[in-house]
Protein backbone atom coordinates (compact mmCIF):
# COMPACT_ATOMS: atom_id res chain seq x y z
CA UNK A 1 0.00 0.00 0.00
CA UNK A 2 0.99 3.56 -1.11
CA UNK A 3 2.71 5.49 2.17
CA UNK A 4 0.05 8.25 1.72
CA UNK A 5 -2.86 5.89 1.26
CA UNK A 6 -1.87 4.41 4.47
CA UNK A 7 -2.08 8.01 6.12
CA UNK A 8 -5.05 8.60 4.53
CA UNK A 9 -6.83 5.32 5.95
CA UNK A 10 -5.74 5.73 9.29
CA UNK A 11 -7.18 9.17 9.54
CA UNK A 12 -10.30 8.32 8.28
CA UNK A 13 -10.25 5.12 11.18
CA UNK A 14 -9.41 7.94 13.94
CA UNK A 15 -12.25 10.28 12.65
CA UNK A 16 -14.86 7.12 12.59
CA UNK A 17 -13.87 6.06 16.21
CA UNK A 18 -13.73 9.83 17.27
CA UNK A 19 -17.39 10.05 15.83
CA UNK A 20 -18.50 6.57 17.23
CA UNK A 21 -16.85 7.34 20.86
CA UNK A 22 -18.93 11.37 20.77
CA UNK A 23 -22.16 9.40 19.61
CA UNK A 24 -21.95 6.78 22.35
CA UNK A 25 -21.45 9.42 25.19
CA UNK A 26 -23.95 11.78 23.78
CA UNK A 27 -26.66 9.01 23.83
CA UNK A 28 -25.43 7.98 27.24
CA UNK A 29 -25.76 11.35 28.87
CA UNK A 30 -29.09 11.84 26.61
CA UNK A 31 -30.59 8.69 28.27
CA UNK A 32 -29.21 9.39 31.65
CA UNK A 33 -31.56 12.59 31.78
CA UNK A 34 -34.57 12.02 29.92
CA UNK A 35 -37.89 12.02 31.98
CA UNK A 36 -40.37 9.92 30.49
CA UNK A 37 -44.87 10.57 31.48
CA UNK A 38 -46.50 7.81 32.83
CA UNK A 39 -50.38 8.19 34.10
CA UNK A 40 -51.82 7.10 37.57
CA UNK A 41 -52.83 3.58 35.79
CA UNK A 42 -49.10 2.32 34.17
CA UNK A 43 -47.93 3.35 37.72
CA UNK A 44 -50.92 0.97 39.33
CA UNK A 45 -50.14 -1.39 36.87
CA UNK A 46 -46.34 -2.11 37.83
CA UNK A 47 -45.77 -0.87 34.12
CA UNK A 48 -43.07 1.47 35.69
CA UNK A 49 -39.23 0.91 36.67
CA UNK A 50 -38.53 1.44 40.57
CA UNK A 51 -36.02 4.00 41.33
CA UNK A 52 -35.53 5.95 37.78
CA UNK A 53 -36.71 9.37 37.38
CA UNK A 54 -39.85 9.68 35.85
CA UNK A 55 -43.08 12.42 35.20
CA UNK A 56 -46.33 10.89 36.53
CA UNK A 57 -49.46 13.19 36.15
CA UNK A 58 -53.06 13.26 36.70
CA UNK A 59 -55.71 15.22 39.18
CA UNK A 60 -55.43 15.67 43.05
CA UNK A 61 -57.41 13.56 43.99
CA UNK A 62 -60.13 15.12 46.16
CA UNK A 63 -59.71 14.81 50.34
CA UNK A 64 -56.22 13.34 49.57
CA UNK A 65 -54.28 16.16 50.75
CA UNK A 66 -52.35 15.73 54.10
CA UNK A 67 -50.12 18.25 55.49
CA UNK A 68 -47.13 17.97 57.79
CA UNK A 69 -47.90 20.26 60.10
CA UNK A 70 -44.17 20.35 61.63
CA UNK A 71 -42.67 20.31 58.07
CA UNK A 72 -42.92 21.12 54.51
CA UNK A 73 -43.74 17.42 53.77
CA UNK A 74 -47.42 17.13 51.91
CA UNK A 75 -48.64 13.55 51.19
CA UNK A 76 -51.43 13.68 48.36
CA UNK A 77 -52.76 11.29 45.57
CA UNK A 78 -53.00 11.87 41.73
CA UNK A 79 -56.13 9.95 39.87
CA UNK A 80 -56.48 9.48 36.06
CA UNK A 81 -60.00 8.70 37.59
CA UNK A 82 -59.49 4.85 36.72
CA UNK A 83 -56.66 4.27 38.99
CA UNK A 84 -54.88 6.36 41.69
CA UNK A 85 -51.09 6.81 43.15
CA UNK A 86 -50.02 8.14 46.37
CA UNK A 87 -47.48 10.80 46.14
CA UNK A 88 -44.75 12.30 48.65
CA UNK A 89 -43.20 15.64 48.39
CA UNK A 90 -41.06 17.71 50.93
CA UNK A 91 -41.29 21.32 49.76
CA UNK A 92 -43.06 24.38 48.96
CA UNK A 93 -46.02 23.54 46.81
CA UNK A 94 -47.08 25.96 43.84
CA UNK A 95 -49.30 28.66 44.50
CA UNK A 96 -51.97 26.81 41.96
CA UNK A 97 -51.76 23.69 43.45
CA UNK A 98 -54.92 22.43 44.86
CA UNK A 99 -57.43 19.56 44.90
CA UNK A 100 -59.55 18.43 41.99
CA UNK A 101 -56.73 20.47 39.66
CA UNK A 102 -54.47 18.96 37.58
CA UNK A 103 -50.35 18.25 38.43
CA UNK A 104 -47.33 16.72 36.75
CA UNK A 105 -44.89 15.27 39.29
CA UNK A 106 -41.29 14.46 39.17
CA UNK A 107 -39.34 12.03 40.84
CA UNK A 108 -38.90 8.43 41.72
CA UNK A 109 -41.11 5.61 42.96
CA UNK A 110 -39.72 3.43 45.45
CA UNK A 111 -40.30 0.29 46.15
CA UNK A 112 -43.30 0.49 48.46
CA UNK A 113 -45.29 1.87 45.25
CA UNK A 114 -45.25 5.17 46.42
CA UNK A 115 -44.29 7.86 44.35
CA UNK A 116 -41.56 10.30 46.20
CA UNK A 117 -41.31 13.64 43.67
CA UNK A 118 -38.79 15.98 44.14
CA UNK A 119 -41.04 18.71 41.83
CA UNK A 120 -44.26 19.31 41.72
CA UNK A 121 -46.03 21.79 38.80
CA UNK A 122 -49.15 22.73 38.92
CA UNK A 123 -51.77 23.70 35.24
CA UNK A 124 -51.39 27.94 35.21
CA UNK A 125 -55.19 28.71 34.80
CA UNK A 126 -58.44 27.01 34.51
CA UNK A 127 -57.99 26.05 30.54
CA UNK A 128 -54.41 24.75 30.53
CA UNK A 129 -53.99 21.54 31.14
CA UNK A 130 -50.51 19.51 30.34
CA UNK A 131 -50.88 17.19 27.22
CA UNK A 132 -49.87 14.27 28.78
CA UNK A 133 -52.09 14.49 31.24
CA UNK A 134 -55.12 15.41 29.19
CA UNK A 135 -54.00 12.29 27.32
CA UNK A 136 -54.15 9.96 30.25
CA UNK A 137 -57.45 11.04 31.47
CA UNK A 138 -59.06 11.02 28.14
CA UNK A 139 -57.86 7.53 28.43
CA UNK A 140 -59.10 6.43 31.24
CA UNK A 141 -62.55 8.05 31.03
CA UNK A 142 -62.49 6.17 27.58
CA UNK A 143 -61.83 3.04 29.85
CA UNK A 144 -64.42 3.58 32.46
CA UNK A 145 -66.90 4.14 29.40
CA UNK A 146 -66.52 0.33 27.89
CA UNK A 147 -66.25 -1.23 31.66
CA UNK A 148 -69.55 0.41 31.94
CA UNK A 149 -68.88 2.89 34.90
CA UNK A 150 -70.77 6.18 35.15
CA UNK A 151 -68.05 8.45 37.26
CA UNK A 152 -67.12 11.07 34.26
CA UNK A 153 -63.27 13.25 34.69
CA UNK A 154 -63.94 17.32 35.05
CA UNK A 155 -64.04 19.17 32.24
CA UNK A 156 -62.37 22.18 31.58
Known amino acids: MHPIRKK ?6 FLLAGIGVAVALTTYALRQNINLFYDPSQIAA ?4 QDVRIRAGGMVEEGSVIRDPDSLKVEFR ?15 LPDLFAEGQGV ?15 QVLAKHDENYMPPEVADALEKASKGQHKAGETAQPQSY
Open 8 to 13: RLTIVL
Open 46 to 49: GDVP
Open 78 to 92: VTDFNSSVPVEYNGI
Open 104 to 118: VAMGKLNGQGRFVAD
